[in-house]
């Protein structure tokens, strides 16, 4: 299980007042469009995204533990709407598990894909195989010192005739380490 600010992040990411959890965006400030901002204690996490017109998108997660950086995440690129609701599923049910996959959701949704699933999610580390995770704590990142960094795809399969993506969103995060 999750501890200290990696919780409070699953948390914040699947509670009411989420993307994930079906919460409303509303302005944020610092950047144009909208997003989430949730507070507990030392921890302090916002959300902020924008969809542009052409359904293209980008956005960051920013936490802090008693204002210091703890986690920078930018993800962008595009899904139609008719997959909204499906993304905010697998991002929901992800960050409920606390199983951390750079930050996104699992490795593939459904596991186990069926002629009947519509859509199929699927997240793919970009990191090479060099890369090690010293600390054995969050597969595909890179640790060196108080620093973490990792980067990925995640794309959504429309399940039908040959399995073709319509959507994607690239994404990369860096961790400093949190205060003790």
Avoid at 20 to 25: L, V, W
Wanted: glycine share 10%; with cysteine.
């Amino acid at each position: 299980m999750a501890e200290g600010w990696l919780k409070f992040f699953f948390e914040a990411m699947s509670g009411p007042n989420s993307y994930a959890g079906g919460g409303k965006a509303a302005p944020v400030d610092s950047m144009p469009g909208k997003g989430y901002v949730v507070e507990h204690g030392p921890y302090r996490l916002v959300d902020q995204y924008i969809v542009f017109s052409n359904g293209f998108s980008a956005g960051r997660t920013t936490q802090w533990v008693n204002d210091r950086l703890v986690l920078l995440m930018q993800y962008g690129g595009y899904y139609p709407k008719e997959v909204t609701a499906f993304l905010r599923k697998v991002l929901h049910t992800q960050y409920r598990l606390e199983d951390f996959r750079g930050f996104r959701g699992p490795t593939q949704f459904p596991a186990e894909p069926t002629d009947q699933d519509l859509h199929i999610y699927r997240n793919m580390p970009y990191n090479p195989p060099d890369w090690v995770d010293v600390c054995n704590t969050m597969p595909y990142a890179l640790h060196i010192n108080e620093y973490t960094q990792g980067a990925g795809q995640e794309v959504i399969v429309k399940n039908e005739r040959g399995r073709y993506a319509i959507g994607w969103h690239d994404y990369h995060y860096m961790v400093f380490k949190p205060p003790k």
